[in-house]
């Protein structure tokens, strides 16, 4: 399965819209943002899988927390 860096993700989300991402991805919108600004270095696996899943495909990603 390809991942995109959180580097990556980073760089490609620059000239993206957060809330049209958070949207498709689930991924909440400060989330996305903190991302994007470098806020937050070390997102979830789970964030990460999300946010690649969308831009490397430009569909919808399911993002799906893991239960208990």
Not at 55 to 67: F, I, S, V
Request: glycine share 6%.
């Amino acid at each position: 399965k390809t991942m995109m860096s959180i580097e990556q993700i980073r760089e490609a989300l620059q000239d993206r819209r957060v809330d049209m991402i958070a949207a498709y991805t689930g991924v909440s919108y400060s989330t996305v943002q903190a991302i994007r600004s470098g806020a937050n270095r070390n997102p979830t696996a789970a964030t990460v899988e999300a946010l690649s899943g969308y831009l490397l495909r430009g569909e919808k990603a399911t993002h799906e927390e893991k239960e208990a």
